[in-house]
């Protein structure tokens, strides 16, 4: 039989996470605080292969490198460009091959003319190596529009695609470019590096936040949980659920395939408790009331910024059907 102390000593610890604040359950859990969104700090970490990651509080930079020139996934926030562009020269010593972003949001384009520069012009001549910057269209068509604000036009991907993918070969390497429909927003692909066994997610995928869903881009829970399952059977692991294929999500850090399955049993899990109530007559606000995310808020929510708790719930709430 457990010893009365022990039951005691536990039952005080979840009484006190369940009162704690979403920043206390995080020090609890020894979850790092990821980047600000403005921050010029970076990181540098080599995943495998020839591909490395640029941590930046915009996003992950996934990084191909090879005789032809660095493939980058997404170029990170503007503040962060010179550390970027340093962090590339010390990775290869040629000139950017190419960009590709996983979405039209600024913290993945903000980089593109900075990285775009560094290969213009060709020395001793006013000549561009007229690297290509490869997006989906939907992205580029959201920004025509204004639907993202003044997004300046040397930002924007001019190597577009309306498909379910795009192939490359870049530096030795089959390189597909996959559209998910529908899930941060219209416009999210992923990049799978498939000889050296990497997957750059963007948003898709995110070890540091409930999925930041864009319904006014076309976003949706749903689609999210479509793409990680995509994810899935994709990954291979190399031994009990580690290693092997590995995943680069937009923010946060370096993960396998069991990572990317948590994070999908957890949004299936929330989105079935929500129906349930939504169901049963519930409004959004007795919802809340009942914390249906609670024991994922330690690692995924948030009280305060730009993308809280709440508003992921929202979103969840207004696709099984509730009205507020």
Known sequence: MRP?????????????????????????LGKPEPLASDTAEIEVLH????????????????????????????????????????????????????IINTSPLAGHIAGNKAVFDIGSPIPGTDESLGMPIIGHQNGVNRM???????????????????????????????????????????????????????LATGDIFDTTSYPRIRTDMGGSLGG?????????????????????TLVVPGHGRIASESDVVEVRDMLTIVRERVAAMVESGMSFEDVIATRPSLEYDGLYGSDTGDWTTRQFLEVVYAEVGGRR
Do not use: C
């Open 4 to 28: 009365l102390t022990t039951t005691v000593a536990a039952a005080a610890l979840a009484a006190a996470w369940l009162t704690a604040p979403l920043s206390a359950q995080r020090e609890l």
């Open 224 to 244: 999210v949980i479509d793409a990680l399952n995509r994810v899935i059977d994709i990954t291979i692991p190399a031994f009990n659920q580690q290693g092997g």
């Open 144 to 198: 025509a529009s204004g639907a993202l604000g003044d997004v300046p036009v040397d930002l924007w991907p001019f190597n577009t695609f309306f498909g379910e993918k795009k192939a490359l070969y870049v530096n030795g390497e089959s390189i597909e470019v996959l559209h998910m429909p529908n899930a941060i927003s219209d416009s999210d692909v992923m990049v799978w590096f498939r000889r050296s066994d990497v």
């Open 47 to 98: 995943v495998q292969g020839p591909v490395h990651l640029i941590a930046t509080g915009g996003s992950n930079i996934t990084v191909q490198t090879g005789a032809q020139g660095p493939l980058l996934v997404d170029s990170g926030n503007a503040e962060a460009n010179e550390a970027v562009v340093a962090a590339l020269a010390g990775l290869s010593h040629l000139p950017p091959r190419a």
